[in-house]
C-alpha cells in the first residue's frame, strides 16, 4: 500500500463510497510490512545526508564502480571498504574527486562536506602491522566528520612511547585501539582515559595467536571498564560505533 | 493504536471533522508496531488451540505452578519440560489431570484432546542414557497429538538390533533419532529411510565427548541427506520440528 | 544367492532332491546380506524415478559427464552440485538439455518432469554473499518438483525489508534460510511461521565468524522452536530435506 | 619524592645550597613513576565524586563490608555487584542507606545523589533467563545518573514484542542489550536504531551455546554496524561503557 | 520368521501344498533383518563364553544387581566398570565370588576360569594419578584371561626409571600406556618396542590440559609409528583392545 | 664402544694389562648411552630384513631419491609416503623396480619379497574420496607382507552395500576403517567383527567437518569396543599398526 | 647389576675363571638401564641437598604426612604444594618445624637452612585474585633460597601502580609475573626489564576468560621479546623455573 | 619538556626571577611522560651495544634493506629473521659482511664482536622439520654472543639417539628444545638436566596437530619442572629468552 492508495480509501470513506467498517477491515488486513516499511523510509529520510558504505571484499570492481555510480548520482557520499587501486582506477576515469586510502585500503567519494562531529577521536594500534586496520578505523572516523588524532605504534612493550602520547589520547572524547598478538593495549588505554574505548582485535601474530583469537579474547576480558570489543580485523565497525558515539554530542 | 481508535478516526474522516489529508497524516505516523502486533495477535489467534510449552528449567516451583495455572484456566493444554516430581507433586494437588513422565521429565496437563496429527513418528536412540532425550521428543510429539512408535536402543554396534526394528521405522513420516558418544545413528537411519530425519545429540559420553560435540559434528557431517540438526540434549525441539512436520501433512 | 538359485533350491526340494533339512540348513547359513541387498534394491526400486545428485567438487569434469552419462543413459534426472561452467560445457555438447544454474554452481539434466510435489518452499537469505547457498538450496528443490519462492537479502539488521517479505514467507509449507555472520536469520523467521524452519548456515563473515562457526551455533541455538540446521554452506541438504518435507504431503 | 621533597629541594636551589646543575640531576635521576604517579593522583581527583565499584565475587562478607565502609567514610557512593542478600544484612546493620538489587544481585550505598547524566539509556533483553545481567546493567547506568528504560523479554522470535517497543528502544541514546542462546537480539535492535549498541552475551542456554560462547560469536558478527561486545554476562561492563557513552554529552 | 517358520515353509513345497514359485516369493518378501538376526545370534553363539562388561556410571546399585544376577544365572562372566565398593557390598552378599578391585574401580564375577589368552600385556602409566585408569585396563586383560605385567609410575621426565623397566615391557605382546599432562609416555615407549602400543590419555593435569585434551592430542600426534589411541580415561577401552590383539595369536 | 671395543678390554683384563680396577673405571665412566646405543642396534639387528618408510612430505625430490639410493644400497626394500609421479620417475630411472602406487601416492622399491605376515587384513572405507587415505594404509600392510582386502564405498547411508560385503570383513584378522565426515563406520564395523579395528579418520568433508575433527571425535568416542585411532589421513599409521598386529601371530 | 657385581665379573676374567668371550656376552646382556641407573643416580647424588616438591592436590593427608616423614627423616626440605591448613595440622604435632602459607596453599618443612641463590627475584601479579598463584611462586622461589620482592595488585588498567614500583622490578634477576583475565602484565612487565620473565596465566575471569585460556594465549603472543610462558595456576611451575635461572648465576 | 627547559626553570629558581613554589606547581603539572620518556632514554642507553632485532615478515625488501642501513649506519649489529636470499641479496650488494643463514632464513649484519655471553646453549630438536626453528633459536643464541651446541633429530621415538648426546645436553647452561607433532621432547630433557629448559613448539605434523596447537598443550602440562614455553615457531623467541638467561650469568 502506498501513500497514494491510502489516500484514495480515505477519500472513498469521506465521499462515503467505502462505509468506514469497510476501510477499517482494510487497513487491518494490510500487511503491516507496508506501512512499517514506509515508516522506516521516513526514519531513513530522516537520516538523509548520512553517507553509505560499501563492504569491497567478494564484489567485483564492475559491481563496486555501479554501485557508487548510483550512489554518487543521488548526490550522497559513498565510502568503500577492503578495496583496491585497481577499483580506484575504474572510478576515478568517472569520478575524478574519488579518493583512494591507501594504508586503510579503503576508497571515499564525497560529493559534499559531511557534518562535522562534535569532539576528537584518537585512534591508537600497537606495531605497524596493525596500521591497516587502525587506518581503516581513522578513515571511517574521518569519512563520517570526525577530527581524528593517530598515535600509531605504541605497543605496551615500549610503554614511554604510549605514555609519551597520553596526553593526546586522554584528550580525545572516544578511543579506538587496535592490536593483535596479545591484544593488550586497549586495557592499558583504558586505564589512561575516561572515555569509551572501543577496541579491534587484528589477525597480526602468528602460531597461538590464531589468527586473531588471542587478541579478541584479551580484549573481552580486559581488567579495564568501558572497553567495547569488534570482531577482528574489522576496523570500518570500531570506527563507525565511535563515530556514532561522537555523533551523540551533537 | 487499538481497533476502537482505528474506528474513531474512520468515522471522523466520514463525518467531515477529520480531512482524509489528515487522517493519511495520522496513520503513516503511526508506530506500525501497534497494527503489526494487532496482526501478530490475529495470527496468533488463528493457532488458537494449540498447546503452550513451559521450559522448567531454572524456574521454581511456585513459578511454573503459577504459570500452568494461568494456561490451564484459559482452557488450553500444557507441557513443561525439564522438571521435577515435586513440581508435580504441587500442580497434581489443584488439577489431578497433570501427568508426570518420569523418563522424559516432562509434565502434561491436558484440559482437552489433541487435533490427532496425519501420519506416524518413530522415536529412535542409540543406548539407554539417551532414553531421557528420546522420551523427551516422544513425549513432546504425543502432546501435539503425533502417533510415536519408540524404537530404544538401536545403536549401531549391534546393527541387527536396528535392522530387526527397521520395518517400524521405515513405516514413519518422520524420525526423531537421539545419539550420543559418536552420534552414528542419524546417519544409518538416514540411509534406511526416505523421510525426514531428526537428530538430536546427547551430551551421552565422556572425555573426548565433550558433552555432546562429537556427536553435533558427527550429524551435522552426515553422509546421509535428509537429516536436520537441533542442539544437543534438545529433545523437545527435535519432538517439536517432528510434529511441524507432521501437521503439514493436514 | 541370486533369485534364480533360490528357484532352483525350492524346485529341488519340491522333486525331492533336497530334504527340507538341508534346504533349511542351506538358506540359514546363506549370507543374509544377500537377500538384503535384494530388499534394498526392491526398496530402491519403489523409489524409482527419483532424480540423482552427483556432489562434483573433488571430481574431474571427465568423471562427471561419464557419472552423468550413465544416469541419462537410464533415463533418470541428474543434478551436479558444486561444478561449474567448464563442466557443463563438456556435458551440453553431447546432451543439449543440459542447464547450468550459474548462482548455485549446479547443472541439472532433466530427462522428464519430476512429479511436482504439493505446497511451496520459501528461500530465505540474508545478505548477497549468502546467495550461492540459497541457490543451491532453491534449485536443488525445483529440480525435485518443489515450488520455490526466493526472499533474498532480508538480514535482521533491515528487519522491514523482511517484514515486507512476510507473507510470501508464511505461506510457504516450508522454509529454508540461509544466513552467515551472526545466524539471526532463522530465530527471526522460526518466530514468524508454523512451518518447518531449515536453517543452513554458511561461511559468509569474517574474523570470528570462524568460517560459519557463529552462524552455525547461533542457529543450533535458535530461540525460535521448529528449527532444524544442516552443514555449514550445505544448500544441498537444506534444500533436500526440505523436499523431504514436502514430500510428505504427497 | 613527595611534595615535601620538591618543596625542599626547589627552596634549596633558591637558597643557592644546592646549584640548578645538580637539582637537574637530581630531578632527572628521580623514578619518574613518582611524579607520574602524583599526576594520575590528581588526574584522578579530577574525577572525584564518581562512584566506586567493587567486583563482590570471591570476595568474602566481611571484606566487602570492611572495603565498602573505607569508601562510605570518605562520602562516596559505592556499588558493590555479584553479591547477596547476605552481605547486604552486614552492611545495612551500620549503613542503613544500603540498598539490595535483587534481580541484579548488586549492593549500592549512595553517600549524595549522583550527578544525572544526559539522555536515556535503554535496557534490552531476550528472555526472563537474561534478567539478572540486563538488570546489572541497568542498575549500573542508573547508579551513575543515567535514566534507563527497561525493555525485557523482547526475544526475536516474538518479533512483534520487540517492534511494539521500537519507539522506546528509539528513543534512547544508548542501547544495551543482553542476549543468550543465538544472541540475535543485538543485531535486530541495531538495525532499529542510530546510536551504539553495546551487545552482553549472556551464558543462558545449554548444549552448543557453550556457557555463551554461541551468542559471544553472534555478537561479534553482528550484520549491524556501531555494536560493540563486552565479555559473556558482563552487565556491569556493558551498563558502565553506555554510561561513559552518556557522559560524553555532558 | 523363525526356524520353526522357515522349516514349516520348505515341507509344504515338499509337500505340494505350497508351490516353489509362491514359497520364493514368501522368502523373499521377508523381512531380512530377521534372518540377519539369526544369523547374528549364531554368530554371538560362537562368541559363547566371553565374558560380559556392564558400564556402571549413571546406573543405579540396584539396576546394576540386577544385570549382574542375570549374567551370572547364565553362568557367564562379569565385569562392571565405573562402579564403587557400595555397589560391590550388595552383589557379595548374594554372590561371595564377586571381587572389587579398588585401583581400578571394576567389580569382577567370574562363574569360571577364563581361557587364558597368549603371550603378556605390559601395562604402563606415567604418574600415580594415572593408576585408576591403567588398573582399569589392566583388570580388563585379567578378566579376559591375559597375563598382565603393570609397569607404574614412570614417566618421561625421570626416563631411568622407565629405561629400567624397558626388557619387561620389551617381553610384551602388546602395551597399554596410560599418562595424563603432555601425553608424551606412548611416543617414548613406542620407541621402544615393536608391538602395538595403545594409548590411553587420562584427565589427570590441570589448566592447559583441558581435561585430557592435552594428552589426546599428543598421542594421536605421535611421532612413534605402531600407537593406537582410544578415547580419554577409557581404561576398559585400551585393554579389550589389548586383549583382541593378544586372543588374535589363538 | 663397539662390541669389538669390548672385546679388546676384556682381553686386556684377561691378558693382565689391565687391571680389573681400570677396567672398572673405564666401563662405568662410559657414557651408558654409548651401551644402549650398541644394545637398541643389537635389537634393531634383530628386526633386519625389515622396510624402511620414508615421509615424502616436505622433502625435495632429490632428497627422497638420496634416502632411496641409500636403503636399496643395503639391500633393504623401501616405502616412501606422500610423494608424487615425479619422484617415481627420477627414482625409476636409477631403479627400475620402483613401483608407484597411484591411488595411495606411495612409492615402494622391493630389493625382495617380504616375509609374508599370517592371517588377512581389511581395509574398509566410507567413500570414494577416502580411497586415498584408505590405499595408504592397504599399500603400507601389503609392503609389510600382508594379504589385503579392500572394502571401498561402503558408508553407513547405504548399509546394504557394507552388509553385502560383512563376509569378507568378517574373515579378517584386523580391519582398517577410513571415514571422514560424520566418522561413523568404525562403529558399525566394530559391531560386526571380533578383531581390532584400526580407525583413520579422514579430512574428507567440509563446513563442521572441521578438516577431519568431526570424524576423529566421533571414532574417539564410538560405542563399539575394540576401535583404536590414529591421527587424521594417517593411513600409513593405520596400516603399520594392523601390521603390527598382524605380525603378533607369527 | 651393582659396582660390586662388575668388579666380580672383571676379577673372574682376570682369574681365568670366566673367559672374555663370555663376560662380554654377560655386558651385553645387561640391561643397559641398570648403569644407565648407576649413572643417573649418581648424577641425582650432585643434586643432594636439593628439596624435594610434593604436589599435595589428589593426595589425602595421610599421604602426604607419610611421604614428609619419609623426607624429613633423610634430612632433606620438602614443601607440600596445593595442601591446605588440616594437612598441616597433621604434620606439625609431629613436625613442629612444620609452616604453613596460607596465601599461597603451601606447606614447607625446612631441616636445614637452603644455599641462598645469588640475585633477586621479582613476583609481580595483576589483582588481588591473582595472589594465591602469586604467593606459590614466590614461596617455592624462597624454599629454594631465593630473595623476593612481592609487588601485588599492579594491574595493567592502572598503569601508574605498576610504574612506581618499576624500580624494583628492574632490580630483579629474573621475575615471575602472574596474571589472569587478559593476561597482559607480562607483555608490560617485559618492556620495562632486560630480565628473563616468566609468565603465569592464572584462572582468574570469567565468561571468555574460558578458564585461563585468553590469559595463556595472551602471554604466548606478547610482543615483549624473553618471555616465558607455564601452565595456568602454575604458580610453582613459574617460581622453580625462576629458581633455576638464578642458581644458573651461582 | 627538554633538559634545557629543565635547566632553565632552575636557573630562573636560583636568580629569584621564579618561586619555588611556582616552580614546584610548573614541574609538577608537567606531562610525567616526558620525564619517563627521557628516563627510558637513559636505561636504553645503558643496553647501547645490544644488537637490534627485525622481523622481516611482512616488510618488502626495501623497508628491511632500509631499516639494516639505518642501524648499520649508527654501528649497531642487526639480526632479521624471517627473511629469504632475495633480501640478503639486495643488502650484500651495499654490505658485503650481511650474512644469510638459511637453515634458520634469518639475515645477519655484524658491525663489530657481540659481548660472549658466559656458558653455554643447547638447540635440541625432535626432526629433520623442526630445524628452520631450532636454526632460527641458534641462531638468535649466537647473533647475542652465546656458544650454541646444536643437537638435532633426537626425537623421542629413538631414544638412544637422544641419550647418546645427553651428556652435550647436561653441559649446556640453558637448553632450548623445538618440537612439532606431540611435543614431548620438552619434558624428556627436562629430566635429564638440571637448568632451564625453553620448549619452542613447531607447526610440523598434520591432522590433529593443528598446526602446533598439540605440542603446545604438551609442552605446557610437562610433567618436567623448570620448562617455559613460548609462541609455535618463535624459535627466534626461545633463543633470545635463552640469551637473557645466559647474559644473567655475567
Redesign the interface.
Known sequence: MD?GD??EL??A??Q?TL???A??VR??S???????????D?HRAL?RGFPE?VYG??KTPDQIAAIVDRIAERGQNVLVTRTDPEVHSLIAARRPAARYHDAARCLSLSMREPTPLP?RAAVVC??T?DVPVAEEAAVTLEFHGAAVDRIFDV???????L?????TIRAA??VVVAA?????LP??V???V???V?AV?T?V??????????????????????????????G??GG??AA???R??L
Not at 494490510?30 to 522506516?40: R, T
Not at 605497543?155 to 612511547?161: K, S, T
Not at 605514555?163 to 596526553?167: H, N
Not at 593483535?180 to 593488550?184: D, F, H, L, P, V
Open positions: 501513500p491510502l489516500d480515505l477519500r470513506v469521506k462515503g462505509s468506514p467498517d476501510a477499517a487497513l487491518k494490510l500487511p503491516f510490512e507496508d506501512l512499517g516499511f514506509a515508516k522506516v521516513h537520516r558504505v571484499a567478494r569532539g600497537a606495531g602491522s605497543g605496551v612493550a615500549g610503554l614511554h612511547r605514555l609519551d602520547r597520553a596526553d572524547n572516544v593483535g598478538m596479545e591484544g593488550a586495557s592499558v583504558g586505564g589512561l575516561d572515555v569509551p572501543i582485535p589477525s601474530g602468528y602460531g597461538a595467536s590464531f589468527q586473531g583469537l588471542a587478541a579478541l579474547l584479551a580484549m573481552l576480558n580486559s581488567c579495564a571498564s568501558g572497553v567495547g570489543v569488534v570482531n577482528i580485523d574489522n570500518f565497525g563507525y560505533l556514532l558515539i561522537l551523540g554530542r
